[in-house]
C-alpha cells in the first residue's frame, strides 16, 4: 500500500486530530515545524551530521547502511514514543521529514509495522514552508479589526477576555513571545524563530474566513526581532481602528500586574533602561535607574510612561479611529464590542 499523502490531505488529518510527527532532529525541529507537530527524531543532531559527512565523502550507500546500524535499536522506543502522544489507539499519525524522503518514510513504516496506522507526507517541512509562504502572498482571509492605545492601556487583556467568550482573536505578541516594547521580552520565553512565527500566524489566520473578522492588537512591523509578513500588516491598516482610551493611573496599575512577577528581580530591568540613554539622556536614565534602586515601582513605571512611551506613541493614533473607554474591565469590554459592531456595519449606517 502506498502510505504517502499530499500536503493538503495532510493538513485536512490534522484538523480532524491526526498526530503529526517531525521525524527531523532536534535542531531542525526547533528552527520550525508544523504547529502542533511533535519531535520523534530517527537521528539527533550529532547523528545527522555523521550520516550527512559519510554521505559528501563515502557516497549514498555507505550512509544508508550506517543509517540503519544506528536507527535499527531506537525503533522499540521510537514506536513507543509515537504511541504514547496519540489521542487514541485509532489516531492516525502523519509522519515528515525535510523532504519527504528517507527519515519520514522509515519512521512511517516502522510505526505502520508495529500496528499504528501511518502516512508519510510528501514533500516534507519544505513544502509546508513554501504553503505558508505562498499564503501570506496569495491567500485572503477575513477583516482584521485592529486595538490600538497608549501603553498600558490593557490591549491585551481586553483581547484575552474577548477570546475567552469565543470572539475570534490573534494574540500577535504572544505569538512572538515578546509585548513589543523596551521591556518586551521580560518574563517571557525566548522569540521562536521568523519562519515559526509565522507558521504559527498562518495557522491562526488560515482559521479566519474571508466573510469573517478577527481582532488583534496594533503593532509595528516588527515584534521584538520578529517582522510581520507584509500583506498581514497592510491588511492590519485598512480598517478604522479602535482606540482604547485610560487614564495614567490605571495604565500604570495595568504595567505593573503585567510585570508583578519580576519586581523582585530588579537588575532584569537595568539593560533595558540604559539603553534608552540615547532618547532620554543620561540624566534621565540615571533618575530611571534611582527609582529602580529604591523599589519605587510606581514612579518608575509613570516617568517611563510620560518620558519614552506616551511621546513614542501618542502621534501614532490614526485620524480615523473610534475611540473607547476602558478604565474598567466589564465596560471596557461592552465599549468595544459596541466599537466592532460599528467597523462592521456598512458605512450608510455608521
Not at 5 to 33: H, N
Not at 243 to 266: F, I
Request: net charge neutral.
Amino acid at each position: 500500500m502506498d502510505m504517502t499523502i499530499s500536503l493538503e490531505q495532510a493538513l485536512t488529518l490534522r484538523s480532524k486530530g491526526a498526530l503529526m510527527v517531525d521525524a527531523r532532529s532536534p535542531e531542525e525541529y526547533a528552527e520550525a515545524t508544523i504547529p502542533g507537530a511533535v519531535n520523534v527524531p530517527i537521528l539527533n543532531n550529532a547523528e545527522r551530521a555523521e550520516i550527512g559527512t559519510l554521505y559528501k565523502r563515502e557516497g549514498k550507500l555507505i550512509a544508508r547502511r550506517r543509517g540503519v546500524e544506528i536507527v535499527a535499536p531506537k525503533i522499540p522506543v521510537l514506536v513507543e514514543r509515537v504511541a504514547e502522544m496519540r489521542a487514541s489507539e485509532t489516531s492516525l499519525a502523519v509522519v515528515f521529514c525535510w523532504r519527504g524522503g528517507l527519515r519520514s518514510r522509515a519512521m512511517a513504516q516502522f510505526l505502520d509495522l508495529a500496528g499504528i496506522p501511518a502516512r508519510q507526507m510528501a514533500g516534507g517541512h519544505k513544502r509546508f514552508r513554501q504553503h505558508v509562504l505562498r499564503f501570506f502572498s496569495e491567500a485572503e482571509w477575513g477583516r482584521m479589526i485592529v486595538l490600538r492605545g497608549l501603553t498600558g492601556v490593557g490591549k491585551t487583556r481586553i483581547l484575552n477576555n474577548l477570546a475567552a467568550i469565543g470572539h475570534e482573536v490573534i494574540d500577535l505578541e504572544g505569538l512572538a513571545s515578546h509585548r513589543g516594547s523596551a521591556f518586551g521580552n521580560l518574563d517571557l520565553p525566548a522569540q521562536p524563530t521568523q519562519k515559526m512565527f509565522e507558521a504559527l500566524l498562518w495557522d491562526r489566520l488560515q482559521r479566519i474566513p474571508p466573510t469573517s473578522h478577527v481582532l488583534v492588537e496594533g503593532e509595528s512591523r516588527w515584534i521584538g526581532r520578529l517582522q510581520l509578513p507584509v500583506r498581514v500588516y497592510q491588511a492590519m491598516q485598512q480598517e478604522t481602528c479602535i482606540w482604547l482610551n485610560a487614564s495614567l493611573a490605571t495604565r500604570v496599575n495595568n504595567l505593573l500586574e503585567d510585570y508583578s512577577a519580576l519586581t523582585e528581580a530588579k537588575e532584569r530591568f537595568v539593560e533595558p533602561i540604559q539603553a534608552l540613554k540615547e532618547r532620554l539622556g543620561a540624566q534621565a536614565v540615571e533618575e530611571l535607574l534611582s527609582y529602580l534602586d529604591r523599589g519605587a515601582w510606581d514612579d518608575l513605571v509613570r516617568e517611563l510612561m510620560t518620558r519614552y512611551y506616551d511621546p513614542l506613541y501618542r502621534h501614532k493614533q490614526p485620524k480615523e479611529c473610534i475611540e473607547v473607554n476602558v478604565e474598567s474591565l466589564g465596560a471596557g469590554l461592552d465599549a468595544v464590542l459596541d466599537a466592532v459592531t460599528q467597523v462592521l456595519a456598512p458605512v450608510s449606517e455608521r
